[in-house]
Structures are given as C-alpha cells and as structure tokens.
C-alpha cells in the first residue's frame, strides 16, 4: 500500500515538470510571436545567366568543365569560323567594289563640273559678241538711213548707197548668226549642268552603297566575334552538357552561369503575417544545410503580387468555385555585411532556410 502511494507521487511529480516546461514554452512562444514573425518556406537565390550563343555552327572548341569557376571576359568555348570568315571577306570585296563606285562617280562629276563650266564660259563670250554686233548693226543702220536720204537727194553715188546697204545687212547677218550659236552653247551649257547634278546623284548613291556595304562588314565582323562565346559574369558554371562537334542554333540554351557574389533569400510569408512587416527590418537565417551557423539580413522588398498570381495558371475566384485560401507573399531579404564572407559563399541558390523577422 505505502509502494503504490509513493508511485503516484513520482508520477505527479512528472506531469507537474512537464506542464511547467510546457506551460513556459508556450509562454515563450507566445511573447516571442509578439515580435517576431518566423517561416521556413524559404530559399537562397542568386542570379543565373543562361549561356546561348548569338550565332549557329558546329562546336570547335570546350575550355570549360562541370562546375568551373569562371571570371567575366573568360573563353568558355568557340564555334567554326570558317563559314563567318568567307562571310566577312565578302563583305569586304563589297565594300571595296562599293568605294571604286564612288571614285568613278566622283571623277564624273569632276568631268560634267568642267564642261558646264566651259559652255558657261562660251554663253558668256557668245553674250560679249553679241553686244558687240549689235552695236555695228545699230551704226550700220544709221548710216544706211543717212546714205539713203543723200542717195535720194541725188547727193552720192548708187555705188556709195550700195556700199552702206550692203554693210547693214552684213551686221543684221552676223548678229543672227551670233544669237543662233548663243542658243546651241546655252542648250549645251544646261545639258552640261543637268548632266552635273545627275552625276551628284550618283555620287550620294555610291556613297550610300558604301554605307551599306560598312554595315555589312560591321555584321559580318560580330558575327565572327560572336563565335568566340565568353563568361558575361564571375561565376560557377553548372553542367556542361555538350560535346565538340555538336550543333547548336542561335538563342538556344546550353548551361547555366551561377552568380556567387550576389545571394539573397525569397521567404514566403502568409498574407496574415504582413501586417507589421516593413522594410529594413532585420532578419534572423538559418539554413538548412549549416544549422550552425547564423546569418543575418534585413527585408529589402515586397512582391507587389502573391506567389498565385505568378502562376501558370492563377485562381480565378469570380468562376463560382472559391475556396478561400490563405495566400503567400514572396519577400526578398538581403544578407548584411556583417556575414561572414567564408560561410555565405558555401551558400547555393535553391537551399532552404528558416526566416525570423525582427518586427521591434
């Protein structure tokens, strides 16, 4: 009888520790929920840059293994120029072919210039006769009416009226005479400045032909350049799953380049966790792959949607069928430079962690 009563002693004993401890947990928890807000739905990210090639062709060389450690400029492998070769020193004959049509325009309307200058020339030494000519025509005719007004008075000889009617019509020859070659030189003058101004024309064609041929070579020469495929970013390289000798297609996606110096943590936090969350506030990581090892960050932003929304396929509640759900948030928490830099760059886009926000 005194063992039994002595068993049931101990066995309040127990339960009275343990409702203690339980009762204090649940206390902590309770005054630490007051000012904190924890998940663990969340995941380093870094940035990854797909590696895809501007141009197509057959792979000629790999510089690079599975999970290299690469620096930005570095040569991660090359494509067969042979083709982008013959494509650049045809774009060059081009180009020269393009120039030498310049050239010859140029010399042509070096040419036209000089003839039109010429027949302005001759227009001008036609017009000097002319004046010239008119002048004797107008002296020829006043003597021609004087002589006349003697021959008529029986004042001079026939020979003598003969001789100023003779002169008169002689200057009225030649300046018909000098006024028909003033027009041909004037038509030849304006077909010589006509032929000049096409000649111009040709010359801005030549030279927009070379513009075009530049342009061709500029391509062609990055085409060439652009077998040469480089590291956009320090960084770690993930699988290489390819092989010299292998096909690939412009835009076509071959291996992923990991930046490792830039991390940070996507938490998902309930839409009933938000209410006292705010930027800056800092935040208490632990992931899952090192529990020993404490990180800190603070809140950087907010997703200005739910996870949802981003969905292939998002919820549509005005079809009749809604079930209220609590919605998650995307939160982007930074990392502080209180880290230590050794531990964060063991760090991997995609581990999991365990956010604890300091609301206070």
């Not at 127990?14 to 904190?36: D, M, N, P």
């Not at 924890?38 to 060389?61: C, L």
């Amino acid at each position: 009888m005194e063992q039994k009563k002595k068993t049931n002693k101990k066995f309040i004993i127990i339960i009275s520790i343990l409702a203690i401890v339980g009762v204090a947990y649940g206390g902590y928890k309770f005054v630490h929920s007051l000012s904190h807000e924890e998940t663990d739905d969340a995941q380093v990210e870094a940035n990854m840059n797909s590696i895809i090639p501007h141009v197509g062709g057959y792979i000629d060389k790999i510089y690079v293994e599975d999970n290299d450690v690469v620096k930005a400029g570095d040569t991660l492998f090359t494509i067969d120029q042979r083709d982008y070769l013959v494509q650049l020193e045809q774009a060059k004959a081009n180009l020269a072919a393009a120039q030498s049509q310049v050239s010859v325009a140029e010399s042509s309307i070096s040419s036209s210039q000089a003839n039109a200058n010429a027949s302005y020339a001759q227009v001008s030494s036609t017009f000097g006769n002319i004046e010239s000519a008119k002048i004797q025509l107008r002296r020829a005719t006043d003597d021609y009416i004087r002589y006349k007004n003697l021959y008529d008075n029986k004042s001079i000889t026939t020979q003598q009226y003969e001789q100023a009617l003779a002169s008169k019509q002689e200057a009225a020859a030649r300046l018909s005479v000098l006024e028909n070659q003033q027009k041909a030189v004037k038509s030849q003058s304006q077909a010589a400045t006509s032929q000049s101004k096409v000649t111009e024309k040709q010359v801005a064609v030549a030279e927009a032909n070379v513009q075009s041929a530049q342009t061709q070579v500029d391509a062609a020469q990055l085409n060439l350049d652009y077998t040469v495929v480089i590291a956009p970013i320090s960084g770690q390289l993930s699988s290489v799953e390819m092989q010299k000798g292998q096909f690939v297609q412009p835009g076509q996606a071959l291996f992923y380049l990991v930046d490792t110096q830039n991390k940070w943590v996507v938490a998902n936090f309930k839409e009933t966790q938000l209410s006292d969350m705010k930027v800056g506030q800092k935040v208490g990581i632990a992931i899952d792959a090192f529990p020993d090892a404490e990180f800190e960050g603070v809140i950087s932003n907010f997703s200005p949607a739910t996870g949802a929304r981003f969905s292939l396929l998002p919820p549509d509640n005005a079809t009749g069928n809604f079930v209220k759900t609590v919605q998650r948030l995307p939160v982007k928490i930074n990392f502080t430079n209180a880290n230590d830099a050794e531990k964060l760059a063991r760090l991997r886009a995609g581990m999991n962690a365990e956010i604890d926000v300091h609301l206070n």
